[in-house]
């Protein structure tokens, strides 16, 4: 298992770290097979999408933050990123990618993206 680390700039940000995971890969010597992508936190996920287009990514977000308001009065977590916990359920921890010949088998369009959802921070994302 190998690791890197992510910067957000952002409360709420989607960021492209489909190089990073390939990187990851390439060090861990796995040519055949699959890996597992898995953000350790409680207010990010990960998510597989477009990569070409950006306005994917803001539309996302956008449409998380209308399923998912910043405040609601019924939120009870005294830390008041209720919200954040919820999108980063709704994307999930991790994921599972399949490698070939050392290569992330993604599609043309896609691309795998760290969703912050309580930034800016500092995340980490493991490969195993």
Known sequence: M????????????????TAQVQQTVHALGISEGAVTVFVPHTTC?????????????????????????P?????????????AHIKASLMGCSLQVIVTNGHLDLGVWQG?????????????????
Not at 45 to 69: F, S, Y
Not at 71 to 83: I, L, R, T, V
Not at 112 to 128: K, S
């Open 2 to 17: 190998k690791f890197f680390d992510v910067q957000t700039r952002t409360r709420d940000q989607f960021v492209n770290v």
């Open 112 to 128: 795998i993206y760290l969703c912050e959802f309580d930034g800016p921070r500092a995340r980490r994302v493991w490969v195993q």
């Open 45 to 69: 996920g990960l998510t597989i999408n477009e990569n070409a287009d950006p306005d994917v990514a803001a539309d996302m977000l956008k449409q998380l933050d209308v399923m998912v308001p």
């Open 71 to 83: 405040q609601q009065p019924f939120y009870k977590h005294a830390e008041g990123n209720s919200a």
